[in-house]
């Protein structure tokens, strides 16, 4: 935020103009300082009073007498001061444009276009915020959706109900996540998942715990997910919403407490003020933001890998953070997922190469030791991910014979809708071939030797491997007896006895962050003591309080696709009510 240079040119001129402001909203002349540190150019675009919003007040009570102001001393998790320089926004011009509007709509991932469709639905009048070319944002990675309760679940004939949903997901978290929040979630799934249909959606099959989650149709396309932000961007369209790509909000404004719209940056740099009684945060959490990462996380990973789209930089979050609110717990929960070989993904993570270095053959440590059983990751990618952050460095065992299976007849086993068994890998070598990551030698000491891993290490490691894979032999397939070190299943036991071996080194991939900003069941961003922004809400990735300390796809797959459709639909239902709607 505010830089020593903007204070140079502008610093007395700014400092008056927002003292006789702050004077008049009862702020005290240090208050006043303090806040100003943060916002140098403010003053004269309301933007002074964003920063001498109660949330940089270092005086509790200092703005008792502003209206709905939340109190100062519970609007943040710490106090301004306090906080790293991970959470400056940065600085920002003079608008040269203002736009009215009804609500604004932050990103137009997941929880944006389903917060628009709502809000139009609703008879209001939103705007689009993105930061990218057009709608989408990771959401067109994704594939399942959880849908609790929907007709397609019901057909299964799988018994289920909200409630148990509600216990079964809390009781994953250890009841971190907000009750409330979660009932709300988890109550409006099947409706959604109507909604969606109703907006042309199509949904393919069930799957996960109890059939849960929904895989959409793919129309066709080459992924699940695009198909999904074609339907639903191209509904916020015929609906007639006003988006504003390749835009970037910058911050939020904030008048006695209340927020009053965002502050926005265009491609050529113009600051445009949109202004709007209402504002819907969905900014997609934090996942390209390294440093930001590190410290929230609070793990020094040095190979994490975020998958998808890089437009993730805790915009949101932050700006959230700069107009009061507080985080939820848990801010620094990501979706990891597993392995990613080195240098093997980009963008794209449906590939042949993404799908070997999951398979379950052998994984080893920094040790040239297992770590767990390698078919987690069909059940259980986020625990997989958990497993893997928590070594120093990781690596997949695999040999020319499984690369040659992959090759003609797919993978062993793979839990999303592509790369599945049967269906032919053939750009798995392409892809791995040429990088520094991947180890290919006839001897397994070489190999790990060229991989700096200690070759005795890896070669007793890959004897005991063989071992238990001899017993697992005529086993059912689902046995998990004969791996007596980590119960890997029989089917997956399959003897390395002959290379070439490719050892490929591997980073822990994650989806996204889903850790954010605390809110409450209808949306609303709050500060600590669950004291309401007024006008501000949050949704998807940017919003906490779904999750504990990891990402629940054990008992609601998909809830990261559902969350940012339900959440944004309940955002646009509550702005409507706090809009008199
Ligand atoms: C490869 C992959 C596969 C996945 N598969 C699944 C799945 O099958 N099921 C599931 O439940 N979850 C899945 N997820 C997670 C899922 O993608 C997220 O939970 C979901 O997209 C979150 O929605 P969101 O609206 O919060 O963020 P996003 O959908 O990422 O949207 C955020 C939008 O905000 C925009 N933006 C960012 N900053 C700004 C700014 N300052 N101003 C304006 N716009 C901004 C971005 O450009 C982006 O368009 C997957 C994720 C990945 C990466």
Redesign the pocket.
């Known amino acids: 935020m505010g830089s020593t240079e903007q204070h140079d040119d502008k610093g007395t001129a700014v400092e008056e103009r927002g003292e006789a402001e702050a004077a008049a909203r009862g702020l005290s002349r240090r208050s006043f300082i303090k806040g100003a540190s943060f916002v140098a150019l403010g003053a004269g675009t309301g933007l002074a009073l964003a920063a001498c919003s109660p949330a940089a007040s270092e005086e509790p009570g200092a703005a008792s007498d502003a209206g709905p102001a939340p109190n100062p001393e519970a609007s943040m998790a710490a106090p301004a001061t306090e906080r790293s320089s991970i959470w400056d926004i940065g600085e920002i011009g003079e608008p040269t444009q203002s736009i009215e509007a009804e609500v604004c709509i932050?990103?137009?991932?997941?929880?944006?276009m389903a917060a628009a469709v709502q809000c139009v639905e609703l008879g209001l009048k939103p705007v689009v915020?993105?930061?990218?070319g057009g709608y989408?944002?990771?959401?067109i990675?994704?594939?399942?959706?959880?849908a609790v309760g929907s007709e397609q679940q019901k057909a299964t004939g799988a018994s289920d109900s909200v409630k148990d949903a509600v216990t079964d997901h809390l009781t994953y978290h250890h009841w971190i996540p907000r009750r409330k929040l979660t009932e709300a979630f988890i109550g409006q799934m099947a409706d959604t998942a109507e909604w969606l249909e109703d907006h042309g959606i199509g949904f393919a099959f069930t799957a996960g715990y109890r059939n849960r989650a929904l895989a959409y149709d793919d129309g066709g396309e080459a992924m699940r997910?695009l198909n999904f932000v074609n339907i639903l961007g191209g509904e916020a369209e015929r609906l007639g919403v006003e988006a504003h790509f390749n835009?970037?909000?910058?911050r939020l404004l904030v008048e006695d407490g209340a927020v009053k719209g965002v502050l926005?940056e265009d491609a050529d740099g113009r600051i445009v003020e949109f202004r709007s009684s209402v504002v819907i945060l969905?900014?997609?959490?934090y996942a390209n933001n390294e440093e930001f990462r590190k410290e929230v996380a609070a793990w020094d990973i040095g190979n994490a890998q975020a998958?998808?789209?890089n437009?993730?930089?805790a915009?949101?979050i932050k700006m959230a953070a700069d107009a009061g609110a507080a985080m939820a717990e848990s801010l620094g929960t990501v979706?990891w997922c597993g392995p990613v070989i080195v240098g093997a993904i980009s963008a794209s993570?449906q590939t042949g190469a993404y799908v070997a270095g999951v398979q379950p053959t052998l994984w080893l440590n920094q040790d040239g030791e297992r770590y767990l059983r390698e078919d987690l990751f069909q059940e259980n990618f986020s625990g997989t991910g958990v497993c893997v952050r928590n070594q120093k460095r990781t690596f997949v065992l695999f040999t020319e014979e499984d690369l040659l299976n992959w090759e003609t007849s797919g993978s062993y086993a793979f839990p999303f809708s592509f790369g599945l068994p049967g269906t032919p890998l053939p750009d798995i070598r392409p892809t791995l071939e040429p990088l520094d990551s991947v180890h290919v030698n006839e001897s397994i000491e070489a190999a790990a030797t060229e991989a700096d891993l200690d070759p005795a290490a890896v070669k007793a490691t890959l004897d005991r491997y063989n071992a238990l894979c001899d017993a697992a032999e005529g086993l059912d397939g689902e046995d998990t007896s004969a791996d007596e070190d980590f119960g890997k299943k029989a089917q997956y036991l399959r003897p390395m006895r002959e290379g070439p071996y490719w050892l490929c080194e591997v980073a822990d991939g994650f989806?996204?962050t889903v850790g954010g900003i605390k809110i409450n069941e209808r949306t609303e961003v709050t500060g600590t003591d669950d004291e309401v922004i007024p006008g501000l809400y949050a949704?998807?990735?940017?919003a906490g309080g779904i999750h504990g300390d990891s990402y629940d796809v054990m008992y609601l797959g998909?809830?990261?696709?559902?969350?940012?459709i339900n959440s944004g639909r309940l955002a646009a239902k509550s702005a409507a009510t706090f809009l008199g709607k």
């Open positions: 932050v990103g137009g991932g997941g929880t944006g915020i993105e930061a990218l989408g944002g990771s959401f990675g994704t594939e399942f959706i959880t997910g835009m970037r909000a910058r926005a969905g900014t997609g959490g998958l998808g789209m437009c993730r930089n915009d949101g979706m993570w989806y996204t949704g998807g990735c940017d998909g809830s990261g696709a559902s969350w940012a």
